[in-house]
């Protein structure tokens, strides 16, 4: 899955622009990046969600465990890999009925987060039990809220693009042609959402997270560690 969103939704996390300046390295526009994820993927599935935001995937090599799966509610757009353990406890606790599955599941609880507010953003992943990683878009308010299982079991990534675009995905190979060293592994257990204003973790929200730059022959151009957590946000490439 991919999704990349323009510096009018998202800024560009000045730990990755600052990896990036470190080590310059080639890098791609998001158009570019867009076109070798669609020309490279069989059946793969591209959306325009107005002037900033740009989403695709494929169920194209997809693991059975973690298959991948897009719905879009009420200018909701999310984007969902992976399997929730305790699915039909959350359907309850939603009022869902027993053929929701795990997408639509996510963007039940990211209304209940948004039109709850001030109900506190970790509340709403922390019970997600399972492996999962999701890309949220919410075009009504311009949000995006994007998170990933306290295990980091699907993988996902981050980077910056030529452009200055900020992509996720969860190919680091598809990344690392478009945004160079501007890249990083999404640390495990942890959400990111322009509406609390950046990176929490989502068992302890308080905690401070910093970016350590990493050495000169990884592929990351840093790696992010929650404070006060034995936890790193990267994982062995």
Not at 57 to 74: I, L
Not at 82 to 107: F, P
Not at 168 to 183: E, I, N, Q, R, Y
Request: hydrophobic share 40%; charged share 20%; with cysteine.
């Amino acid at each position: 899955m991919l999704g990349i969103f323009s510096s009018s939704v998202v800024s560009p996390p000045e730990e990755l622009v600052a990896a990036g300046s470190r080590t310059p390295s080639p890098k791609t526009t998001a158009e570019k990046l867009l076109k070798r994820f669609v020309d490279s993927q069989a059946s793969a599935v591209s959306l325009q969600v107005g002037e900033h935001v740009q989403l695709a995937y494929t169920h194209h090599s997809e693991s059975p465990w973690h298959p991948r799966s897009f719905a879009v509610k009420d200018e909701i757009f999310c984007l969902f890999e992976g399997a929730l353990d305790n699915l039909g406890s959350l359907r309850q606790q939603y009022g869902l009925a027993k053929s929701a599955t795990e997408v639509i599941l996510v963007i039940e609880a990211y209304k209940a987060l948004r039109d709850r507010a001030p109900y506190p953003a970790n509340r709403v992943v922390c019970h997600l039990s399972g492996n999962f990683a999701f890309i949220v878009f919410d075009k009504s308010t311009s949000t995006l809220f994007v998170a990933s299982d306290q295990a980091g079991k699907v993988p996902l990534y981050w980077g910056i693009t030529a452009d200055g675009y900020v992509a996720f995905a969860d190919d680091a190979d598809l990344l690392k042609g478009s945004c160079g060293k501007s890249l990083a592994s999404f640390p495990e257990g942890c959400f990111y959402s322009t509406a609390v204003g950046g990176l929490r973790c989502y068992e302890n929200p308080k905690n401070k997270i910093t970016a350590v730059p990493a050495e000169e022959e990884e592929i990351w151009g840093a790696t992010f560690k929650v404070e006060g957590s034995a936890v790193l946000a990267a994982t062995e490439y």
